[in-house]
């Protein structure tokens, strides 16, 4: 939703201070610049970039417009399921939990948490370290190392699509000025015409120059932006599961294991120590 202000705004702004000024919007329609843009813009998409990469990225753009998943209350959910595995091993022993990461979709403790046993890779990770935890064969050293590596992976991964990105968003100025030259040629071929016809020619082809930087600079080039913060906002979740179980694995109680998530959580959703401690005691209840 915000994603849609911000182009009303931008459109809106450029468009009214235009016309405020006296210019006409008539001649900002050219649709064959911008047919000239957009396809050597896609197509430079295309050849940069694999299958692979390009069907993430459009995959990943209509995510730009969904408001953020990550808050307080699902971060919440997470130090609670966290609590309550670490709790069952910390009772009954690691052998307890093996059921529940082997079938997390059937296990009573992933099914009070939907919202969360439906993130497959947020369930893959908790469930494959707890595999490891139980077979007894790492000391926390070797996982943490594993996991940084594992987060570092995901890390890369996740940038690609918005690195794809603001490679058409630094294209498209150039772009731009492609439609205005082949304009400008275009124009050449009627230099013998009235000169009220020749300004209109020359500034429909500068309209591409025009286009291709607010393209470039209000539209493709946000978008990127805004997906390098979805990913790092993403990454939290992960960040928490591997510290509350290292703290776990350090011999540290499943409430202090928990609270060291906690910390590492962005201050905006980050719940406080009291909501976490009543959290965990509702847990505790049920």
Request: with cysteine.
């Amino acid at each position: 939703m915000l994603v849609i202000i911000g182009y009303i705004l931008i459109v809106g702004c450029v468009l009214g201070g235009y016309t405020a000024s006296g210019g006409h919007l008539a001649a900002l329609v050219q649709p064959f610049e911008l047919l000239i843009i957009c396809g050597a813009a896609l197509g430079a998409f295309v050849v940069t970039n694999t299958g692979k990469v390009s069907k993430a990225t459009f995959k990943l753009l209509p995510s730009v417009l969904a408001g953020s998943k990550f808050t307080k209350e699902r971060y919440l959910g997470l130090m609670g399921l966290l609590f309550e595995i670490l709790s069952k091993i910390r009772k009954e022993g690691l052998m307890s939990i093996e059921k529940d990461v082997e079938e997390p979709e059937n296990s009573a403790l992933f099914g009070k948490y939907p919202v969360l046993l439906a993130d497959h890779h947020l369930v893959e990770f908790i469930t494959d370290y707890l595999r490891m935890m139980v077979s007894g064969n790492l000391n926390p050293m070797e996982i943490e190392s594993l996991m940084d590596q594992e987060l570092e992976t995901h890390h890369q991964e996740g940038h690609v699509p918005a690195h794809a990105l603001q490679g058409v968003a630094d294209g498209l100025p150039a772009f731009g000025i492609v439609a205005a030259v082949m304009g400008v040629v275009h124009v050449m071929g009627s230099v013998g015409e009235p000169p009220a016809v020749l300004g209109e020619k020359i500034g429909g082809a500068l309209v591409g120059t025009f286009m291709g930087i607010l393209m470039a600079y209000g539209f493709v080039g946000p978008l990127a932006t805004l997906l390098q913060q979805k990913l790092a906002e993403s990454s939290k979740q992960f960040e928490c599961v591997k510290v509350t179980l290292l703290a776990s694995m350090n011999g540290y109680a499943p409430q202090v294991a928990v609270e060291f998530g906690r910390k590492v959580l962005y201050s905006t959703e980050r719940p406080s120590f009291a909501e976490l401690e009543q959290h965990v005691k509702q847990s505790k209840g049920k």
